[in-house]
């Protein structure tokens, strides 16, 4: 018995799609991509030329006559609310890219939106199937967490407010700390402005256990860099992404991942890209609610917020042009 190929269409196919999801997406097996819709119809001409998609258009209405079972959500963040919306009162199960809306209220009203019409709600949180972050997780087990450190990176500083900053890039992070930790509340937060940018941020927040766990960023280092380190009983476990993970326990060091990157696993598995689409496209089949649906999502942005207002900032994303989007 020949099985049906899984129908998806794109809602945004900016640089997201065309890094990620539109490569990823049009080799998977099993999958056809019957639509994308951008907001330009050059836009909407070229990448179905591009990608050999039989249809492309501006209007979310003649996407969904192509009869998609599912729509992955990739436009700006400030439609993303809206896009939603529409496509699960038209009954489709969605995958959201991170981050999922402006504010967590409107997340939380697009999960309630997802339960009442039993549809599918999914957020991009990659860096929860990326394969080190899980081993990392698997290792600590039921082990207590006495310190969690999340740090992230870059060389230039471009984000004009905190709040923009946490939410676009820094969610994460926030997000991954809940992945090892559990929900954690806010006790004090620095951060500086330089010249209208973000600087640097350090963010220590306590688990209900008395666990801690610290956020450090800075936007002056020499290159990239994202990393984990957990430390409790015994036990200190670092994650370089996408590269390396350290285990030390009694003065001996063992390192795992060094085999995988460039060799025989792509980018986009040990990214976690996979994962997550793995795990939404198994929800499509079973209806089985994602580990990383609307409610996680809602949670890792209130985190967000509790942070930024306070430090009395506001909670409002100001319009920016990114120079990497």
Known sequence: MTTKPIRIALL???RIAKKAYLPMLRAWPGVEIVSVCSRTPESAEKISAEWQIKHGTTEIEAMLEQKPQAVFVLSPTDLHAEHTRLLLEADMDVFLEKPATETSQLIWDLTALA?????????GFNRRFSLLYRQARDIIGDRPIQMCIAEKHRPSAYYVSLYNYYLDDIIHQIDLLRFFCGELEPLHTAFQMKDGRVAWTACAMQRDDGGAALLQTSLAAG???????L???GMTIEVDAF???RVKVDNKVEVYGQDRPGKW????EERGFKGQVREFFHCLDTREQP???GANAARS???????????GETTTLIPFDKPYA
């Open 231 to 233: 430390h409790g009983d």
């Open 12 to 14: 945004g196919i900016g």
């Open 301 to 311: 942005q209130e985190l967000v917020e509790k942070i930024v207002s306070g430090v």
């Open 223 to 229: 290159t990239w860099q994202e990393r984990i380190t």
């Open 243 to 245: 590269r390396e993970l």
């Open 115 to 123: 339960q009442e019409k039993k549809r599918i709600l999914m957020v």
């Open 265 to 268: 696993l792509s980018a986009m």
């Open 291 to 293: 580990s990383a649906d």
